[in-house]
């Protein structure tokens, strides 16, 4: 779409130093799922314009701060979280402190996106192998993208998330595969599974990609957290995955950067949502993927009676009452009823997790993810199911995940009313928590400079 010299232009126009706003106004949807923290709002900015050598400052209505919302946070999570939580207050109030990931496209060439990165100070969430040999094995569909012949416009991404969805849809069976590409794809020669994110510990703006039918982006930005879930889901070459609730697709696109299963299935039962999902996929993934990976229009709910058994791996990134978002309302009273919805969440998410154990096969995994602090959509919803399924088993992701990320993320492990949650460090030891703790799941709690989260994750894998 644009070339290295181009983006390093804009780059360093967008990127900008962090100070504290007064919360603006954000409440999109009723029911969110935690995916990107992506805002619609994006502000056009043209190279040329002498107007933006100057730091660019995005032009947003003033966010106003749900009282009756964040009150009830105060007094569940201070029980729930307890010293974690006046952090994760400051973090939560201020979203010019949330930090992105940038994570890097496979199947186009971006060895030029990740020197800027490297070069501005970001650094790779995991260990990779080296990027320039991995990516540079075909011809980028986005460097030389005929859309942007004499233009330089790019936009700049604005965090948040959030899209309408309804919370108990009607069930619809449909599926349909990618949609055919407005012009043929290059040969590419794809590299090896390799899932690379970058992040930086200060929240730089990084300019996003415009959706180009037939065009493949490079990167894709997103709260690095949202990652975790796909890590501890250990998706290997040739399995058959269900993402029971994809939309908007960080998730899947995650999944496809980090294995190649012989079957990916991305659920969405709400049109609109379903649209910005196979949107997204077309954005990132070939058109010769497009037998590999399709999209479901079902309940999710119905899974576990219409495909009972079929996978080795389900995701279910469960509609949740996102802290982010539910900390902004029109006013006072939309609020009081954005709490009353949010206590009938855990039934639906009871819901869908039952069902994701009854698509799994014998022996297969499923994981569970919020992207709330809540321990009521969390570590209650994963002990309540559980009692339900006698053949199943939680699995313990502290040593495996909260342990070895700690430099980046701040973990907490299962709350206990009165009492400090663990934060895990690298010097953390099994016998400090209860593995009881450990195995109903762990919870990314934002903090300042690691501003990530909230996410919480659950693996729970079936007996054969």
Same mark, same amino acid.
């Given at each position: 779409?644009?070339?290295?010299? +181009?983006?390093?232009?804009?780059?360093?126009?967008?990127?900008?130093?962090?100070?504290?706003?007064?919360?603006?106004?954000?409440?999109?949807?009723?029911?969110?799922?935690?995916?990107?923290?992506?805002?619609?709002?994006?502000?056009?900015?043209?190279?040329?314009?002498?107007?933006?050598?100057?730091?660019?400052?995005?032009?947003?209505?003033?966010?106003?701060?749900?009282?009756?919302?964040?009150?009830?946070?105060?007094?569940?999570?201070?029980?729930?979280?307890?010293?974690?939580?006046?952090?994760?207050?400051?973090?939560?109030?201020? =979203?010019?402190?949330?930090?992105?990931?940038?994570?890097?496209?496979?199947?186009?060439?971006?060895?030029?996106?990740?020197?800027?990165?490297?070069?501005?100070?970001?650094?790779?969430?995991?260990?990779?192998?080296?990027?320039?040999?991995?990516?540079?094995?075909?011809?980028?569909?986005?460097?030389?993208?005929?859309?942007?012949?004499?233009?330089?416009?790019?936009?700049?991404?604005?965090?948040?998330?959030?899209?309408?969805?309804?919370?108990? =849809?009607?069930?619809?069976?449909?599926?349909?595969?990618?949609?055919?590409?407005?012009?043929?794809? =290059?040969?590419?020669?794809?590299?090896?599974?390799?899932? +690379?994110?970058?992040?930086?510990?200060?929240?730089?703006?990084?300019?996003?990609?415009?959706?180009?039918?037939?065009?493949?982006?490079?990167?894709?930005?997103?709260?690095?957290?949202?990652?975790?879930?796909?890590?501890?889901?250990?998706?290997?070459?040739?399995?058959?995955?269900?993402?029971?609730?994809?939309? =908007?697709?960080?998730?899947?696109?995650?999944?496809? %950067?980090?294995?190649?299963?012989?079957?990916?299935?991305?659920?969405?039962?709400?049109?609109?949502?379903?649209?910005?999902?196979?949107?997204?996929?077309?954005?990132?993934?070939?058109?010769?993927?497009?037998?590999?990976?399709?999209?479901?229009?079902?309940?999710?709910?119905?899974?576990?009676?219409?495909?009972?058994?079929?996978?080795?791996?389900?995701?279910?990134?469960?509609?949740?009452?996102?802290?982010?978002?539910?900390?902004?309302?029109?006013?006072?009273? %939309?609020?009081?009823?954005?709490?009353?919805?949010?206590?009938?969440?855990?039934?639906?998410?009871?819901?869908?997790?039952?069902?994701?154990?009854?698509?799994?096969?014998?022996?297969?995994?499923?994981?569970?993810?919020?992207?709330?602090?809540?321990?009521?959509?969390?570590?209650?919803?994963?002990?309540?199911?559980?009692?339900?399924?006698?053949?199943?088993?939680?699995?313990?992701?502290?040593?495996?995940?909260?342990?070895?990320?700690?430099?980046?993320?701040?973990?907490?492990?299962?709350?206990?009313?009165? %009492?400090?949650?663990?934060?895990?460090?690298?010097?953390?030891?099994?016998?400090?928590?209860?593995?009881?703790?450990?195995?109903?799941?762990?919870?990314?709690?934002? +903090?300042?400079?690691?501003?990530?989260?909230?996410?919480?994750?659950?693996?729970?894998?079936?007996?054969?």
């Amino acid at each position: 779409m644009f070339s290295v010299t +181009q983006l390093c232009r804009i780059w360093r126009k967008s990127s900008f130093k962090t100070k504290k706003l007064t919360p603006t106004r954000l409440w999109r949807c009723r029911w969110c799922n935690c995916h990107t923290d992506r805002d619609n709002v994006s502000q056009q900015l043209n190279p040329e314009d002498p107007r933006n050598n100057q730091v660019t400052k995005r032009h947003k209505k003033q966010r106003t701060l749900c009282q009756p919302v964040l009150d009830h946070f105060d007094q569940q999570y201070s029980e729930e979280l307890g010293d974690l939580w006046p952090y994760a207050r400051e973090v939560l109030l201020d =979203p010019q402190s949330w930090q992105y990931g940038i994570m890097l496209n496979r199947f186009t060439a971006v060895t030029g996106i990740a020197q800027i990165l490297r070069a501005q100070g970001f650094s790779t969430l995991l260990p990779q192998a080296d990027v320039s040999v991995l990516h540079s094995n075909g011809p980028s569909t986005v460097l030389n993208s005929k859309y942007q012949e004499g233009k330089d416009a790019l936009s700049t991404l604005c965090i948040s998330k959030g899209s309408p969805g309804d919370p108990h =849809p009607q069930s619809d069976n449909s599926s349909f595969a990618l949609g055919q590409d407005s012009q043929s794809e =290059p040969a590419l020669s794809f590299p090896p599974p390799s899932l +690379q994110c970058y992040i930086h510990p200060s929240p730089l703006r990084f300019p996003s990609q415009a959706h180009r039918p037939g065009q493949l982006k490079q990167y894709y930005l997103l709260n690095a957290a949202s990652l975790l879930p796909v890590l501890a889901l250990q998706v290997k070459d040739g399995e058959k995955v269900l993402d029971l609730c994809s939309a =908007p697709g960080g998730k899947a696109l995650a999944i496809m %950067q980090s294995a190649s299963p012989a079957l990916l299935c991305c659920n969405e039962p709400d049109l609109h949502r379903r649209d910005w999902l196979a949107k997204t996929l077309e954005s990132f993934l070939p058109h010769s993927l497009k037998s590999r990976v399709i999209v479901s229009a079902q309940d999710g709910r119905s899974f576990g009676q219409s495909e009972a058994g079929l996978y080795d791996k389900v995701l279910v990134d469960a509609p949740c009452s996102n802290d982010r978002s539910w900390l902004y309302s029109c006013n006072s009273q %939309q609020g009081e009823q954005r709490l009353k919805e949010r206590a009938r969440l855990p039934s639906l998410q009871a819901q869908l997790l039952r069902s994701a154990l009854l698509a799994v096969c014998p022996g297969g995994t499923v994981v569970y993810s919020t992207c709330t602090l809540s321990s009521f959509e969390n570590f209650s919803v994963v002990e309540t199911v559980l009692k339900d399924f006698p053949e199943a088993e939680a699995e313990d992701l502290w040593e495996e995940i909260a342990i070895p990320l700690s430099k980046y993320f701040t973990f907490s492990s299962n709350p206990r009313h009165g %009492q400090t949650t663990q934060e895990a460090t690298p010097k953390t030891q099994d016998a400090s928590v209860s593995f009881y703790r450990h195995r109903l799941g762990i919870l990314v709690v934002p +903090q300042l400079g690691k501003s990530w989260g909230p996410m919480f994750l659950a693996r729970i894998r079936t007996r054969k």
